[in-house]
C-alpha cells in the first residue's frame, strides 16, 4: 500500500480555499520570499507567515522530501477566498503505514482567529483524508491549556486518548 500523489491542487469551502505546500514555496518562505505565491495570485495575511509557520517550514519541506509531490498528507495553506489572502495552515505529518493513521495540526493568524476559519478548514481536510481508504485514524495533539484547540477538537468529535503535564492527545476514528 502507498500513498498516491495528490490529484487535486486545492480544496475548497464556502468561505477558504486549501492548497497544499510545495517544496519550492516552502524553501522560498524560508527566505522571505513570496514571488510564488504572488504569481498564483495569493497575498499574504496580516502576520502570514507568523512564527509557528516560520518554525514549522522546515519540518514541512522534511515531509515534502520523503514524497515525489505533495499527497495530502503533507501542510497546507489556509486561504480566505474573498481576498485571497493566506491565513493560516494546517495539515499532517505524513502518513503512518503501521498504525494507518495520521496526526492534523491547524493555525489560524492571531488578526483571524475567532471566525471559525480553524473548523471550516479542518472539517474539510478531515472530510478529504476519510475519503483515502488507507486512513483509518486521524489523531491530534494540545496543550493541555489551549482552550481553543481543545473546544474544536471536541467539536470534531476527537475523543481524548491520554494526558501528560503538558500535552492532550486525541483520536477520531473513520466511521467503519
Known amino acids: 500500500m502507498k500513498v498516491q500523489i495528490l490529484q487535486i491542487d486545492k480544496l475548497q469551502t464556502e468561505r477558504l480555499i486549501l492548497i497544499p505546500f510545495t517544496t519550492q514555496i516552502c524553501k522560498n518562505l524560508i527566505h522571505n520570499n513570496f514571488t510564488d505565491l504572488q504569481t498564483i495570485g495569493l497575498k499574504k495575511g496580516k502576520s502570514w507567515p ?9 519540518k514541512i519541506l522534511t515531509n515534502l522530501s520523503l514524497v515525489e509531490a505533495p499527497t495530502g498528507f503533507e501542510s497546507w495553506m489556509i486561504i480566505k477566498k474573498d481576498t485571497l489572502e493566506i491565513i493560516g495552515d494546517l495539515g499532517f505529518k505524513g502518513f503512518n503505514y503501521e498504525k494507518e493513521n495520521i496526526d492534523i495540526g491547524y493555525g489560524v493568524i492571531k488578526e483571524e482567529r475567532g471566525n471559525g476559519y480553524a473548523e471550516e478548514a479542518t472539517k474539510t481536510l478531515i472530510k478529504w483524508a476519510f475519503t483515502q481508504d488507507i486512513v483509518k485514524e486521524i489523531t491530534a ?5 489551549n482552550t481553543s484547540s481543545i473546544k474544536l477538537l471536541k ?9 501528560d503535564n503538558e500535552m492532550m492527545h486525541w ?6
Not at 155 to 163: A, D, G, M, Q, S
Open 155 to 163: 467539536k470534531l468529535n476527537f475523543e481524548i486518548t491520554k494526558n
Open 50 to 58: 507568523d512564527e509557528d509557520v516560520l518554525e514549522t517550514l522546515p
Open 141 to 145: 495533539r494540545c496543550l493541555i491549556d
Open 171 to 176: 483520536s477520531l476514528q473513520k466511521d467503519q
